[in-house]
């Protein structure tokens, strides 16, 4: 479940508020860089990958099927584990206070245009509850 305008606007004060007081402190909360752990995914996945086909290619060497089922399924976890850690890689943490970069909108725009259907929908159904007009 998403946070409120609200809370999201008290989260953002407190990053603020702890960045300002302690950069140290707040540079070591945010965590260690991401970039090495998708590396380490990637190369696993490779290696899984490498493992699966030279297992495939014996299976298939040797008539003994299950050897190559075993691959081909080594295979295909190995590809799909590392397309989803591709696909969830999130982008880069901002410093709190600052615009990312390449942003010329001002976020009232930016939140407008990537609001998603469900969010309009909620909107809409918030302004209906309090009695505005729902258009």
């Given amino acids: 479940m998403p946070l409120s305008e609200h809370e999201q606007r008290l989260l953002e ?17 945010r965590g260690a860089d991401l970039r090495a752990h998708h590396r380490r995914r990637i190369a696993l996945g490779l290696i899984g990958f490498l493992v699966g086909v030279a297992l495939l290619i014996t299976g298939a060497a040797t008539s003994i099927a ?15 584990w590392v397309t989803t850690g591709w696909r969830a890689r999130p982008g880069p943490t901002p410093v709190p206070g600052t615009a990312p970069p390449g942003s010329s909108r001002t976020p009232a725009k930016a939140k407008a245009r990537s609001a998603g ?6 909107e809409r159904w918030r ?7 729902p258009n």
């Fill in 127 to 133: 302004r209906r509850r309090e009695g505005e007009n």
């Fill in 117 to 122: 259907v469900m969010d309009r929908l909620e």
């Fill in 66 to 80: 299950l050897v190559g089922v075993v691959g081909f399924l080594l295979m295909l976890a190995s590809a799909w």
């Fill in 13 to 29: 004060q407190m990053e603020r508020a702890l960045y300002a007081e302690d950069p140290k402190l707040a540079s070591t909360l």
